[in-house]
């Protein structure tokens, strides 16, 4: 024996009895369990793994989808409907107390969560521990901490877990013969490190459990985006090139088609009377469509008197009105979802009557409007032929050049002039409407030209005079049919395509007013917020577009009939003396030429913000985003913004918390693989204090300084009781 301890080194000796259960130094302690046992033993394993795993992938699915709890926390099981129409304050002391409670008891969940995956990763541990122990010359001595301290990320920065794994000199493998190479270290350095960076992942894991399953498993107040795919529609065309001809959208309930075709529009609600009555200087603050409200997006530029609307659409304030009654019917006693639903799926409806507050946004066209009105305007017609006419104004002021480019001088003064074709011998879009307004103080009302047309041009210097004298028929110097036929230059098209030109007269002939405007098709947003900022009752939609117009936008033509609708007054007609359009109307002409003449181009902008507002568009039904669609069609989208609780991966740590869950959950399954596999036996620190005590203290760890004892290798079989080798 003494011979053989002579060519051994310390490392290498196996303790006596250690490897023989039957020798005489080391009474055997190995007792194998029964397979019963450890049957039992790897299914309440495997039960305890699928009792962890089954809530954990459970919150994972709700995170990942989404999952909308409702208005309060039980409603995740059972239904609930938020009343719109109660008072805020009140709903939610309602359901606060609920709530605060379910909070408490979710949080216990977690923290029991937390603790029961740590004695799962536990069994990791331990049985990574004792299969290594028990492959090739083992496990350092230093490594036989790590099922017991592997929570304790501090233990991980102790030198001795890592120096541990690297040989003493005296001991490193030598080249041997083939009769003694069975006895090197085959438990190769690269393979410990990997055990303990997986052991330190493991702690870390586990560390991070508890907050994790927190985040994952409590729900959070927050507002949320649902799409409504049953709602899409693809825009095709804005009914403006075109009178009046659909009365669903005119907000009247008695124009018909004959109406309409006739020019007769008075049928129309007369609503604007109420918002001019209500201008008072300023935009009114709410107008209404059915059940909804809106305002006109307005700016004034009081030093060139210039004005911008962006008008909001009544075919799509229609269509959020009937959002607003599809939802707020649900508490009606005689709601029936199935057959009152029209506007939503069963999918979307439960989500709105599951929400605390709803934010509907829907896509649709809106119309920005740009344009100014000016006083003593020069006028010129010239004619060409019995069909073919030009009608110039001439705007002389020094302000003009700024917009429009100088065609001459009149007293020292700049001059613009813009001319328009008249008569049916033109080509492209040409439209006249006029009407009358009648004048409380006078017996003769005050006329009114609307004019649409397809193109205008702006004189220079060499042809100004083509507007006045003898020269301005169709000669070599003022060819009409030229310059109207010539390409409009980029810097001009946003004042020279599709204008609007309306001519206010005096009665006398003493005043006359022209406004001049230009309208932009817009794709917009239309926002119902239902919240308690924005009272349920009022039903305000705000409208969310760009009112900025840029040098490539072309207007669009609007048919000059728009405008006799607006005011509900037939094509010819008057409007009567009792109406407040016609009062406001002649209010506003009183002040021409004074400090308050901005008041009549206050009062057009709302004419025509109103008017703009009517007009119709047409759409096309799709069955979902997927459809081939040009790309350049714009598909007006309908979505939900829901407030409530609700689980999502939005914020950067649920995201987190998932990925750290199922990193969790693959440490599960490794655990119930190595029980299957290994079925390790199970032991505790007092276990191996017990099996060391009884053990005769090995020859290897004498005069060893305590640096060098944890680099000393033991193996271990996976039995009961049995012993270390060294």
């Not at 001009?492 to 405007?517: G, H, K, Q």
């Not at 109103?610 to 568009?617: C, G, K, P, T, V």
Request: charged share 15%.
């Amino acid at each position: 024996m003494s011979s053989m301890l002579e060519k051994k080194s310390p490392q290498e000796m196996i303790l006596p009895g250690a490897g023989d259960p039957t020798s005489d130094a080391g009474v055997s302690l190995e007792k194998k369990s029964s397979p019963r046992t450890d049957l039992f033993r790897t299914l309440a394993h495997l039960l305890l793994s699928l009792g962890w795993l089954a809530p954990i992938l459970a919150v994972s699915v709700l995170n990942f989808r989404s999952y909308v709890v409702g208005t309060n926390l039980s409603c995740g099981v059972r239904r609930c409907r938020a009343d719109p129409w109660a008072v805020e304050a009140a709903g939610s002391q309602q359901f606060e107390s609920h709530d605060h409670e379910i909070l408490n008891a979710l949080q216990l969940v977690a923290k029991a969560l937390e603790i029961w995956f740590v004695f799962l990763a536990g069994v990791v541990v331990f049985g990574l521990t004792i299969l290594l122990a028990g492959k090739g010359d083992g496990l350092p001595m230093r490594h036989l901490k790590i099922p017991f301290d592997y929570t304790d990320l501090g233990s991980f920065l102790e030198p001795s877990l890592w120096t541990s794994i690297i040989p003493r000199i005296e001991t490193r493998p030598q080249p041997r013969s083939d009769a003694t190479r069975s006895l090197q270290p085959t438990t190769s350095r690269r393979n410990l490190y990997i055990f303990v960076g997986f052991v330190l992942a493991i702690g870390i894991v586990c560390n991070l459990m508890g907050p994790v399953t927190a985040v994952l498993l409590l729900p959070s107040l927050s507002w949320r985006e649902v799409g409504v795919p049953e709602k899409y529609r693809v825009f095709t065309d804005m009914a403006s090139t075109d009178p009046p001809m659909n009365p669903k959208f005119l907000n009247s309930g008695w124009c018909t088609l004959a109406n309409l075709t006739a020019g007769n529009y008075s049928c129309v609600s007369s609503e604007i009377d109420t918002m001019l009555l209500q201008t008072d200087g300023t935009i009114p603050s709410v107008n209404s469509e059915e059940l909804v409200s809106f305002v006109f997006n307005y700016t004034w530029d009081p030093i060139f008197d210039f004005w911008d609307i962006l008008a909001p659409n009544r075919q799509v304030l229609d269509s959020i009105s009937d959002d607003y009654y599809g939802w707020s019917s649900i508490y009606n006693p005689d709601y029936n979802p199935p057959v009152d639903l029209a506007n939503f799926s069963v999918s979307t409806f439960q989500a709105l009557s599951n929400a605390r507050e709803v934010i509907v946004h829907r896509q649709g066209p809106s119309l920005l409007l740009s344009g100014g009105c000016f006083a003593a305007v020069s006028t010129s017609a010239v004619h060409i032929s019995n069909d073919k006419g030009v009608f110039c104004y001439d705007f002389t002021g020094y302000y003009i050049p700024t917009l429009f480019p100088v065609s001459g001088t009149s007293n020292e003064e700049n001059v613009s002039t813009m001319c328009m074709p008249t008569g049916s011998g033109w080509t492209g879009d040409n439209a006249h409407s006029e009407f009358q307004v009648a004048n409380y103080s006078s017996s003769d009302p005050i006329a009114v030209n609307v004019y649409s047309t397809e193109k205008v041009i702006y004189l220079n210097q060499s042809t100004h005079h083509c507007a006045t004298g003898t020269n301005a028929t169709n000669s070599t110097s003022c060819d009409w049919n030229s310059m109207f036929a010539a390409d409009i230059e980029s810097d001009m098209r946003n004042i020279s395509i599709n204008p609007l030109v309306a001519e206010y007269y005096s009665s006398d002939n003493s005043t006359f007013w022209i406004c001049l405007s230009f309208s932009y098709l817009r794709l917009s947003t239309y926002i119902l917020d239902t919240s308690g900022n924005n009272p349920f009752s009022l039903g305000l939609v705000e409208l969310q577009g760009e009112d900025v117009i840029h040098p490539a936008d072309d207007p669009i033509f609007i048919h000059p009939d728009w405008v006799l609708a607006s005011l509900s007054v037939d094509r010819g007609s008057t409007v009567p003396e009792y109406r407040g359009s016609s009062t406001v109307l002649a209010d506003a002409l009183q002040f021409s030429g004074s400090d308050e003449s901005i008041g009549l181009a206050e009062v057009h902008a709302i004419i025509m913000g109103q008017a703009l507002s009517l007009i119709n568009y047409a759409t096309e039904d799709v069955n979902s985003t997927s459809d081939k669609l040009p790309t350049s069609t714009p598909m007006l989208n309908v979505s939900l913004l829901l407030y409530a609780w609700m689980y999502g991966l939005q914020s950067v740590t649920s995201k987190l918390g998932v990925a750290v869950a199922l990193i969790g959950c693959v440490i599960v399954l490794l655990g119930i693989v190595i029980k299957a596999w290994r079925r390790t036996v199970p032991r505790d620190l007092l276990d191996f204090v017990t099996v060391a005590l009884k053990q005769t203290p090995p020859e290897v760890l004498k005069n060893l300084e305590e640096k060098e004892t944890v680099k000393v290798r033991f193996r271990m079989r996976n039995q009961k009781d049995t012993e270390f080798e060294f």
